[in-house]
């Protein structure tokens, strides 16, 4: 009832055992991130151009704590969102759900080719923009950059290794503007990198240093790289096997920190 005119095969939930997304049916759950396509406006398919979709949530705003469970935990991640008629305090979702880190936001900023990822289909570019307690890179090609306050009916894929559950309660509510997608200011010393090709950006790295991060994994500080197996540069962190777009390093700043970068290509082109 959201969007009519999207395929009933096209609405998504996270499934965190498989880490990837599936077909749903059913009512909206409070606090539960779910993902649609855009409508089917022709018959041959989908809009082909950008445009605006308005759907709209009609009944009693949420108020209050809203606890949602999940059914497997075996993930490292969960889709959640916003439950509120108001904005999110990222902060204070922390602070309320230990455990929980990094918050990634779907962006379909950039284009599916079907001749990627050995014949299987993959996006021409990174589409998840990260945002850790470091700051926040932009989906590749775009330079709408997540922050810590996420608007009303906004979902998002939260790092959740081990959880049985998220809450939000009224504490979280905010006035602070709902556009997460914006320019943040903050007193952090951050170095930005991206990877493109002669036709594409192809994804977004940030580095950084800050109170509280160290040289090695840092919950809700380091964020991996999520959903993405394109050509992408990322860094490394010792001791783990796992591509990060977000690093945070240890204050006060040395000249002769390194860190270790990684690269891949899964298709031929000068980078």
């Not at 330079?143 to 939260?158: A, D, I, L, R, Y």
């Amino acid at each position: 009832a959201f969007s009519p005119n999207t395929l009933a095969s096209r609405i998504y939930e996270y499934n965190t055992s498989s880490d990837t997304w599936a077909v749903t049916t059913g009512n909206f759950v409070a606090g539960k991130g779910i993902m649609f396509r855009a409508p089917n406006l022709f018959d041959d398919g989908y809009y082909p151009n950008a445009y605006t979709y308005t759907g709209e949530f009609i009944g009693t705003p949420h108020n209050g704590d809203i606890t949602v469970n999940f059914t497997a935990t075996d993930g490292t991640y969960q889709g959640v969102g916003n439950p509120y008629p108001s904005n999110m305090d990222v902060e204070e979702f922390w602070m309320n759900n230990a455990g929980t880190g990094t918050l990634y936001f779907w962006t379909n900023t950039n284009a599916w080719d079907s001749t990627l990822n050995a014949g299987n289909g993959d996006y021409v570019a990174n589409n998840w923009a990260t945002y850790s307690d470091l700051g926040g890179i932009p989906a590749a090609n775009s330079t709408k950059e997540p922050e810590s306050s996420v608007p009303v009916g906004q979902g998002f894929v939260v790092e959740a290794t081990g959880l049985n559950s998220v809450s939000f309660n009224n504490d979280m509510r905010t006035a602070q503007s709902g556009v997460f997608f914006r320019t943040a200011v903050q007193d952090k010393h951050r170095l930005w990198l991206n990877l493109s090709d002669s036709s594409n950006e192809m994804n977004n790295l940030l580095i950084g240093y800050m109170d509280g991060a160290t040289q090695g994994e840092d919950l809700r500080i380091d964020s991996k790289m999520f959903n993405y197996e394109g050509s992408a540069l990322y860094s490394l962190i010792d001791g783990s096997q796992s591509a990060y777009v977000i690093q945070g390093r240890s204050l006060p700043f040395d000249d002769f920190d390194v860190v270790p970068l990684g690269f891949r290509a899964t298709t031929s082109s000068s980078f």
